[in-house]
């Protein structure tokens, strides 16, 4: 697998990458252009500061630069950020969907509205779905059992509890 990754990008105005560092973690790196940056997949690049994100930002690889994930680039709704379900989707130019997903997170599959996501997409375009997990190909039908509760939104994204109105 070697889907370019990247980290923050300059994308659509409407959806920002924020704190999601996914592209720069779950995908293999083996660039040619760039033997440095290859890694191993589900590691962070050496370059990934997590928390902050990419350290050589404004020279980052053009592969980093360019990349934008399905979510980026305006697919599915705004609830589907890769950080939020724990998993990105990305398509091959043939239309197959790629989800890779992070493995110490619950499968997104598990998620209504991420299947649903995928119900669509694979139907509308007669795709098949592939998935990654901890690095490798896993069935694309039999999503990992929900493990507790839902994913939980990053902290960012939490909103502050309803102030009290007595005080
Ligand atoms: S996975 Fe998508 S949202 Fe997350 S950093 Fe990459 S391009 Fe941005
Ligand atoms: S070089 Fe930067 S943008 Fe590219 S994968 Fe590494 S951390 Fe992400």
Known sequence: MTTPPARFP??????????CDLCCRLPSIDWEEYPEL??????????????????????RPMHCATFQCLWLMGFGP???????????????DAG??????????PDPRTIPAVATFIRDWTKR??????????????????????????PA???RDRRPPPRDPRG
């Open 10 to 19: 300059d994308a659509s105005p409407r959806r920002q990458c924020g704190t």
């Open 38 to 59: 290859e890694k191993a997949p589900d590691v962070p690049c050496r370059h990934l500061v997590v928390g902050t994100g990419c350290r050589i930002h404004p020279d």
């Open 78 to 92: 705004d609830d589907l950020k890769p950080d939020r379900i724990g998993g990105f989707f990305d398509a091959t």
């Open 96 to 105: 197959a969907l790629i989800l890779l997903t992070d493995k110490d997170r």
């Open 125 to 150: 375009r007669g795709a098949e779905l592939i998935v990654y997990r901890g690095g490798r190909e896993v069935p694309a039908d039999r999503p990992d059992a929900p493990r507790g509760r839902p």
């Open 153 to 155: 939104p990053p902290p």
